[in-house]
């Protein structure tokens, strides 16, 4: 017999409707990190480098990109990450439906 994989196990949690409304409400911060560190390695940058180019320290960076963040990034600090990986900040709101 194998072992269970995080995807089994994912998919067993997310049929209790709790769970799933909660994993869905954090989709957001989720999909916030992944774009964060997409940026980052397509302008070819380490968290060092990163961190270099914002003035602050790599710890502040892999925070800022970390599934367990416990704070939200100020609007600021998302435009300077954008800047420094040369993107700029494209904010938009989508219609509920």
């Known amino acids: 017999m194998s072992?269970?994989?995080f995807d089994d196990f994912k998919n067993k949690a997310l049929k209790n409707p709790d769970v799933k409304a909660a994993y869905n409400d954090l989709a957001p911060e989720f999909e916030l990190r992944r774009?964060?560190?997409e940026m980052r390695l397509a302008a070819g940058l380490t968290q060092e480098e990163m961190a270099?180019?914002?003035?602050t320290k790599k710890s502040n960076i892999s925070r800022l990109e970390s599934a367990s963040?416990?704070?939200s990034p100020r609007l600021a600090t998302l435009k300077s990450y954008a800047d420094a990986a040369g993107f700029t900040l494209d904010l938009q709101f989508h219609p509920t439906h």
């Open 3 to 5: 072992r269970p994989t």
């Open 35 to 37: 774009k964060l560190i």
């Open 52 to 55: 270099e180019l914002m003035g």
């Open 69 to 71: 963040g416990k704070h």
